[in-house]
């Protein structure tokens, strides 16, 4: 028997919620990455954690799972996590931050360390009993200074599992261990010892030479390197962070004509406020009165104010500099464009890249085999030499040096920046996957209107009968696409009453306006054109103008004549598209004279251009060059485009356009600009390169110094220094990115 209905609707799978946890106690990446297999493993949840933001990105479906079991799970594994708290308000105290605890642990602990070091290493600076100053300094560090890798290691271990704290404090354990050991049951406690320090550890030193250095030395290492990380993803936010915040907490509310100061919070879609120069825009709305210029450049990077004025659409946060100006709210709260530009970067953090999974799963197996290899690191020394000094000291640099920190931070520090960057740049990814995409892509798919060209048209002739304009005007008022409403525009109100509309997309609009049934349209089902309104009409085409012809009562009685105009950057972008290795192809529903006319201004060749095609075409555009092998770029705005940015390899949609092409795409861009196409690519293609160069050193690190510390030829000491140094190369690596530069 057939299941019915009822039962394949049960089968559906149920909608997901989703969730950001804020997790604290992660000290690397493979705390991220066993929390995650924690979450995993729940029923009903797709779980993402991220190192650098500390947060877990959770999916799931809530008959199955509820919040708090998700908290508890964190808990269990030894971390806590917590739903986002709202931002506190400014007269609020802000708690101590990790990074500000780390620096006063590492200041001491230097402080401390710094004599311990220096007598170690200078045998004319030993007085007598020395070694035991040096005890008695070293101690703090270690049981202190390090109490973060212990605490750690301790936790980790009580749920059965290791990190990289887990190395750290094992070694600086076993330096401070054997310290002791020598100083109070070996010789090194006697008066008048002397230590020496060499590049190469010592053999056959015996129980007269001491660690403390060693077990000091590499812990100020370490929390320099920790202090380093926390100072970096303090910085690789701040980014996002100032996009958040630009918003403004009040607005200036018109009430019957009176202007009350409410609360952002309190303000509601179709309220109008005013907006002074020099002030912010509450929100997302409509000019209702007034005009000014609009500086947009804390959102899309644009320094060149913008004119408004009645009927122009503005966006909160961005800065009016000239006139006063009325506007109806459209947009509040979380559906603003400034709000759903913060989702859009924090999302693109939270979540992972290719690459970035491959180092997740080499960090959770690399400790615990350099947990092997130091113990048979140690074993082997004993059994070849019976040195126990010389099997000491390789243990422990092999515990030290292999510490996979860099590993961990080259990825999730690189996405921080790089997407912080883009998002003051007006360039938002959505996600860590399309940084991948971009390396791959080859051809990049141009829509003209609204991306090559202004799209916004404008009347420049009529030909034919006086009553063309009018007629015409009246039934295009129910269109919204620019030709319709340059028509409009140029016709002015009134307009006389329209029945019976209907528009059919690619091809025109029909109605009924004074008893005379009309059609409009560049092509499709019109009557004969008569030869003198052909010749206009042929005319405008081959200037690369849109000649719409009218028809009613059964004859083409009128030709309407609009044009449209090219972006002043958009020939200069396409030259920077080449120069990045992107075939451009413009595809356009325009006949081919007005394509080719757009194509001689912005330089592309006529094998470049695909004309008349209509909406649901640019879908088979970019099936058919994917079909010959290319890997496709898609660029529009419109809602006719959102089907065509969905199937490309790589879709681009221009901020100025429909929320439905902005879903549709991979890279949203704020500017409504050729050039913040070319800043996407070249931003997130250096981004891909940072993240493999950090991967790239951080695999060498670790392969080529561990079997070093494993042969004796690496002092624990050095060791240390080298783990914290390659760390903060990571993240300095990562932290370039803040200096990427518009191509325009």
């Given at each position: 028997?057939?299941?019915?209905?009822?039962?394949?609707?049960?089968?559906?799978?149920?909608?997901?919620?989703?969730?950001r946890?804020?997790?604290?106690?992660m000290?690397?990446?493979?705390?991220?990455?066993?929390?995650?297999?924690?979450?995993?493993?729940?029923?009903?949840?797709?779980?993402?954690?991220?190192?650098?933001?500390?947060?877990?990105?959770?999916?799931?479906?809530?008959?199955?799972?509820?919040?708090?079991?998700?908290?508890?799970?964190?808990?269990?594994?030894?971390?806590?996590?917590?739903?986002?708290?709202?931002?506190?308000?400014?007269?609020?105290?802000?708690?101590?931050?990790?990074?500000?605890?780390?620096?006063?642990?590492?200041?001491?602990?230097?402080?401390?360390?710094?004599?311990?070091?220096?007598?170690?290493?200078?045998?004319?600076?030993?007085?007598?009993?020395?070694?035991?100053?040096?005890?008695?300094?070293?101690?703090?560090?270690?049981?202190?200074?390090?109490?973060?890798?212990?605490?750690a290691?301790?936790?980790?271990?009580?749920?059965?599992?290791?990190?990289?704290?887990?190395?750290?404090?094992?070694?600086?354990?076993?330096?401070?261990?054997?310290?002791?050991?020598?100083?109070?049951?070996?010789?090194?406690?006697?008066?008048?010892?002397?230590?020496?320090?060499?590049?190469?550890?010592?053999?056959?030193?015996?129980?007269?030479?001491?660690?403390?250095?060693?077990?000091?030395?590499?812990?100020?290492?370490?929390?320099?390197?920790?202090?380093a990380?926390?100072?970096?993803k303090?910085?690789?936010?701040a980014?996002?962070?100032?996009?958040?915040?630009?918003?403004?907490?009040?607005?200036?509310?018109?009430?019957?004509?009176v202007?009350?100061?409410?609360?952002?919070?309190?303000?509601?879609?179709?309220?109008?406020?005013?907006?002074?120069?020099?002030?912010?825009?509450?929100?997302?709305g409509?000019?209702?009165?007034?005009?000014?210029?609009?500086?947009?450049?804390?959102?899309?990077?644009?320094?060149?104010?913008?004119?408004?004025?009645?009927?122009?659409?503005?966006?909160g946060?961005?800065?009016?500099?000239?006139?006063?100006?009325?506007?109806?709210?459209?947009?509040?709260?979380?559906?603003?464009?400034?709000?759903?530009l913060?989702?859009?970067?924090?999302?693109?953090?939270?979540?992972?890249?290719?690459?970035q999974?491959?180092?997740?799963?080499?960090?959770?197996?690399?400790?615990?085999?350099?947990?092997?290899i130091?113990?048979?690191?140690?074993?082997g020394?004993?059994?070849?030499?019976?040195?126990?000094?010389?099997?000491?000291?390789?243990?422990?640099?092999?515990?030290?040096?292999?510490?996979?920190?860099?590993?961990?931070?080259?990825?999730?520090?690189?996405?921080?920046?790089?997407?912080?960057?883009?998002?003051?740049?007006?360039?938002l990814?959505?996600?860590?996957?399309?940084?991948?995409?971009?390396?791959?892509?080859?051809?990049?798919?141009?829509?003209?209107?609204?991306?090559?060209?202004?799209?916004?048209?404008?009347?420049?002739?009529?030909?034919?009968?006086?009553?063309?304009?009018?007629?015409?005007?009246?039934?295009?008022?129910?269109?919204?696409?620019?030709?319709?409403?340059?028509?409009?525009?140029?016709?002015?109100?009134?307009?006389?009453?329209?029945?019976?509309?209907?528009?059919?997309?690619?091809?025109?609009v029909?109605?009924?306006?004074?008893?005379?049934?009309?059609?409009?349209?560049?092509?499709?089902d019109?009557?004969?054109?008569?030869?003198?309104?052909?010749?206009?009409?042929?005319?405008?085409?081959?200037?690369?103008?849109?000649?719409?012809?009218?028809?009613?009562?059964?004859?083409?009685?009128?030709?309407?004549?609009?044009?449209?105009?090219?972006?002043?950057?958009?020939?200069?972008?396409?030259?920077?598209?080449?120069?990045?290795?992107?075939?451009?192809?413009?595809?356009?529903?325009?006949?081919?004279?007005?394509a080719?006319?757009?194509?001689?201004?912005?330089?592309?060749?006529?094998?470049?251009?695909?004309?008349?095609?209509?909406?649901a075409?640019?879908?088979?555009?970019?099936?058919?060059?994917?079909?010959?092998?290319?890997?496709?770029?898609?660029?529009?705005?419109?809602?006719?485009?959102?089907?065509?940015?969905?199937?490309?390899?790589?879709?681009?949609?221009?901020?100025?356009?429909?929320?439905?092409?902005?879903?549709?795409?991979?890279?949203?861009?704020?500017?409504?600009?050729?050039?913040?196409?070319?800043?996407?690519?070249?931003?997130?293609?250096r981004?891909?390169?940072?993240?493999?160069?950090?991967?790239?050193?951080?695999?060498?690190?670790?392969?080529?110094?561990?079997?070093?510390?494993a042969?004796g030829?690496?002092?624990?000491?050095?060791?240390?220094?080298?783990?914290?140094?390659?760390?903060?190369?990571?993240?300095?690596?990562?932290?370039?990115?803040?200096?990427?530069?518009?191509?325009?």
């Open positions: 028997m057939s299941a019915g209905p009822e039962a394949a609707r049960s089968q559906a799978p149920a909608p997901l919620d989703e969730v946890l804020d997790i604290t106690g000290t690397c990446a493979s705390c991220a990455n066993r929390i995650e297999r924690k979450l995993n493993k729940l029923d009903g949840v797709e779980a993402s954690v991220n190192y650098a933001t500390e947060a877990a990105t959770v999916r799931f479906d809530p008959a199955r799972v509820v919040t708090d079991r998700l908290l508890e799970t964190v808990s269990a594994a030894g971390y806590a996590a917590a739903l986002p708290t709202p931002p506190a308000d400014d007269d609020e105290q802000e708690p101590v931050a990790p990074e500000s605890a780390l620096r006063q642990r590492l200041l001491v602990s230097t402080v401390l360390a710094l004599p311990v070091v220096l007598l170690s290493m200078v045998p004319a600076w030993q007085f007598t009993n020395w070694q035991w100053v040096a005890l008695a300094l070293a101690t703090p560090v270690v049981l202190w200074g390090a109490w973060p890798f212990h605490r290691a301790v936790v980790n271990a009580r749920h059965g599992a290791s990190t990289m704290d887990t190395l750290v404090s094992i070694g600086i354990t076993a330096a401070y261990l054997w310290s002791l050991w020598a100083l109070f049951l070996g010789d090194a406690g006697m008066a008048g010892m002397r230590m020496s320090f060499t590049l190469l550890p010592e053999r056959g030193a015996g129980t007269h030479e001491i660690y403390l250095e060693v077990a000091s030395a590499v812990t100020v290492f370490l929390l320099a390197g920790r202090w990380e926390a100072r970096a303090r910085r690789s936010g980014a996002l962070a100032a996009l958040l915040e630009l918003g403004v907490r009040e607005a200036a509310v018109l009430r019957d004509g202007e009350v100061r409410v609360p952002i919070a309190e303000l509601a879609v179709g309220d109008r406020f005013v907006v002074r120069p020099g002030e912010k825009v509450a929100t997302d409509l000019v209702v009165s007034g005009s000014s210029a609009v500086d947009l450049s804390m959102l899309t990077g644009e320094s060149v104010p913008v004119e408004v004025a009645e009927g122009d659409r503005v966006t946060a961005t800065v009016n500099v000239g006139g006063r100006l009325v506007v109806e709210a459209t947009r509040v709260g979380a559906d603003t464009t400034l709000a759903q913060g989702r859009l970067v924090t999302q693109a953090q939270s979540g992972k890249a290719q690459v999974r491959l180092a997740d799963r080499v960090s959770a197996v690399f400790v615990p085999v350099v947990l092997v130091a113990l048979g690191t140690l074993l020394w004993l059994l070849l030499t019976g040195d126990v000094t010389a099997a000491f000291t390789a243990a422990v640099a092999v515990l030290v040096i292999a510490c996979p920190c860099a590993l961990g931070l080259a990825t999730p520090t690189a996405l921080l920046v790089g997407t912080g960057r883009g998002a003051q740049l007006g360039v990814i959505k996600g860590p996957e399309v940084l991948e995409s971009t390396r791959r892509v080859d051809t990049v798919v141009l829509d003209k209107t609204g991306t090559v060209t202004t799209g916004q048209m404008s009347l420049v002739e009529v030909a034919g009968h006086p009553d063309t304009l009018r007629l015409a005007a009246a039934v295009e008022a129910g269109s919204e696409h620019p030709i319709a409403r340059a028509v409009v525009a140029a016709a002015g109100a009134p307009l006389a009453p329209v029945t019976g509309f209907a528009s059919q997309a690619g091809i025109g029909t109605g009924t306006v004074e008893g005379h049934d009309l059609v409009i349209g560049c092509r499709g019109l009557p004969p054109v008569p030869a003198d309104l052909a010749a206009v009409a042929d005319a405008a085409e081959a200037a690369g103008r849109t000649a719409v012809r009218v028809a009613w009562d059964g004859e083409v009685r009128g030709v309407l004549v609009v044009a449209d105009t090219v972006k002043p950057s958009s020939a200069a972008a396409i030259t920077r598209l080449r120069a990045l290795g992107l075939a451009p192809v413009l595809v356009t529903g325009d006949n081919a004279g007005a080719a006319a757009v194509a001689r201004a912005v330089g592309l060749a006529p094998d470049e251009v695909v004309s008349g095609v209509l909406p075409g640019k879908v088979d555009v970019v099936r058919d060059l994917q079909a010959r092998g290319r890997v496709v770029a898609m660029v529009g705005d419109g809602v006719n485009d959102a089907p065509a940015l969905a199937q490309a390899d790589l879709g681009l949609a221009m901020g100025s356009g429909t929320d439905v092409a902005i879903e549709a795409s991979d890279l949203t861009l704020v500017r409504a600009d050729l050039d913040a196409a070319v800043d996407a690519v070249r931003l997130a293609r981004t891909l390169a940072v993240i493999k160069g950090n991967l790239f050193w951080a695999f060498a690190y670790n392969v080529a110094l561990v079997p070093l510390a042969l030829f690496l002092n624990p000491l050095l060791a240390g220094l080298a783990m914290a140094a390659s760390s903060v190369l990571v993240v300095t690596n990562s932290l370039r990115l803040r200096r990427f530069r518009s191509a325009a």
